[in-house]
């Protein structure tokens, strides 16, 4: 028998991250393995390419209304800026804000912490129902499937995440989580799902949302406990503030007796005054709509109108962690408009399910390797080819493509063996560093002459990694001379 | 003006064709072209891949390669953009100033191949002659990173001979992104796929670009189809006059002469 080694004392690896097994930040494969999949699925590839294709170009209308839209978009950048350099500062103000006008607010580390809140908050309340407004906070801690193991029920009210719900699917949205469903298709959910649906229920829109409506009204009716997510948190008022298209959200802000708001610690913004640019930025990017139908806004209780308890949850889950990377922090000034997943050509293709997160698309991959530490999602900074169509609609201007590659870099360098990647780059880089050495490799390059025996092509099957390539694409071959070569020939090596 | 030709590690290995256009279409101009021995790769690659550490000495040999250089012209909108928006980052990371600020200062006088002719030296009519069906797609890197604009469009339509016919969604990526291609080669190619369906479309001879790097993952995926339409840089069309119809198929091997001319 061998001697058992003691384990090791834990040792601090820096702050928190997101942790494993609750929540929604981290998929079964990796991206290229679940892009297969998707990529063959002929009926995902139309339904994404429809619907991207249609909020890209209303966005693109509306923004182009907007003659100040650069100065806009650099004031959301600035004032989230300035927020998270005193996100302390700022959260504690909210806290006193929200107590002084009657809300109770709880501090979640993570999502376990939050999930256990919001299920003994409920429970307390001695329901076994909960509507909920379509929150992306809730779906990253896996909210659902907590309320639901306390014995439970959930109702998710916006129209796509009630899709998502009754079809025991997931969502692939941030802003139509469920994008990936054309509307026969949504048809067939409602009229399997939905107890006592009209049995000649088309897939007219109309229809749908009439069967939706009525299937959730008498859920609305009966609620005595909402859950929500927030957009914006304001720190001077308390004021928490929902956006949204439907008014399914506003039913539940106003109609439960209790309500129980889960916010990302990044949601919270200094004034009332800042709700001005954020309010413009965030539906002209999102929906595409100069302005969403239904803001809400509510701070603490007020006695006769709305919910008599709200509760506050505010949730960290590994933004703190976030917020110490100098680079990649710029990914908490998100204000999940969607913009970069519809103008994305790889969400495009892929879909959001291949992100294996709830937040898919560019913002996802560098939002859920961050949140989850890199080595959790490390595919993730490689599902782009860097076009840059992310960065330029985002209307907080995050760098996306900047943090992508440098959170490739964080997975690189965290590697404890080298890689074969590895160890082929590093050679690679001394060539790369050495004319003398670079030559050399360069007439290596020529043995391709070799294979491709007078062909214009190299073979189709070549060994891996080259196979990645050669699979779908001709590769040239090798010239007989590289063109500093012939040049020096011809000029001498002066020049 | 002398003007510094960097080939680029990709144009110099696999498309020396390329280089050799961006060399003879700046003679022609009326400029000296040198082409410093020394010169390798600006590092892109590495620091896209990640590998922003061993980038550094990459960068270190751009600089010393170049340095003294008046104008620096590459034929890539890619390995330009990451010149100007890179270079200096890794180096200024891995706390080496000197080089930053000398990276700095080179990028200050590089330039992509169409910013050089409209911006620098004030041409859009270089005397050109391609008397074929030619459609553009505008490379990420120069259309967003460099924002080179319509530079492109104006230089191939002094082209004598040129048919310019629109590609219908531009702007979108080929799919290329370098290790991405091979890292996420389904998805790369899904959107490669899309891409030849739009150049298809344009029923062009040739598809266009300045990025060689982008041009030889369109070809690659044309070539493989054989679809017939071929890619071609945008200085070989540029370099290219009555006298000497310079472009070949960027896939095909570049020459198989054992002499290359030189075109002056």
Known sequence: MTATVPPKAPTFLGLPTAPRGVGHLRGDQSFPDAARGALRDGQLRANLGHATTTIRNKRARVVAELPDWPQLREAGRALKAATMARLDDHLEELERQVIARGGVVHWARDANEANEIVTRLVLATGTSEVVKVKSMATQEIGLNEALEAAGLDVFETDLAELIVQLGEDKPSHILVPAIHKNRAEIREIFARTIPGVDPGLTDDPRQLAMAARTHLRERFLRARVAVSGANFGVAETGTLTVVESEGNGRMCLTLPETLITVMGIEKVVPTWRDLEVFLQLLPRSSTGERMNPYTSTWAGVTPGDGPQEFHLVLLDNGRTAVLADEVGREALHCIRCSACLNVCPVYERAGGHAYGSVYPGPIGAILSPQLTGVEDNASLPYASSLCGACYEVCPVAIDIPSILVHLRAEHVEAQQKPTAEAIAFRGLAKAMSHPRLWHLAQRASRLGRLISRGRPTLPNVLPPPVSGWTRSRDLPTPPRETFVESWVREHGSGS | ?264
């Not at chain 2, 003006?1 to 680029?8: G, H, I, R, S, Y």
């Not at chain 2, 459609?135 to 967003?144: E, F, G, I, V």
């Not at chain 2, 796929?193 to 598809?207: F, I, P, Q, S, W």
């Open chain 2, 1 to 264: 003006m002398e003007v510094a030709l960097f080939a680029t590690c990709l144009v110099d290995t696999l498309t020396p064709s390329v280089a050799r256009a961006t060399a003879s279409l700046l003679q022609r101009l009326g400029h000296r072209v040198v082409v410093p021995r020394d010169q390798a790769c600006c590092g892109q690659m590495h620091v896209n891949t990640g590998y922003r550490r061993e980038a550094v000495s990459i960068v270190a040999n751009h600089v010393r390669a170049f340095a003294g250089s008046e104008a620096i012209v590459a034929p890539s909108g890619s390995c330009v953009a990451s010149i100007h928006h890179q270079q200096a980052a890794v180096a200024r990371r891995a706390g080496d100033e000197g080089l930053a600020r000398a990276a700095e200062e080179l990028a200050g006088r590089t330039y992509e191949l169409s910013q050089f002719l409209v911006d620098v030296l004030g041409v859009t009519d270089v005397g050109a002659y391609y008397p074929h069906r030619v459609t553009y797609h505008p490379t990420c890197h120069s259309l967003r990173l460099l924002e080179v604009g319509d530079r492109p469009y104006q230089l191939l339509r002094a082209v004598r001979g040129l048919e310019l016919v629109e590609l219908p969604g531009a702007e979108q990526c080929c799919g290329f992104g370098g290790t991405f291609a091979i890292k996420n080669a389904d998805t790369s190619t899904a959107m490669l796929t899309d891409k030849m369906a739009n150049v298809l479309g344009t029923h062009a001879e040739v598809c266009t670009a300045g990025d060689a790097s982008c041009l030889m993952h369109i070809g690659g995926g044309l070539s493989r189809l054989r679809a017939g339409t071929r890619t071609v840089h945008l200085a070989e069309i540029l370099a290219s006059t009555e006298e000497a119809v310079e472009p070949q198929q960027t896939t095909k091997p570049s020459l198989p002469r054992a002499t290359p001319t030189v075109l002056a």
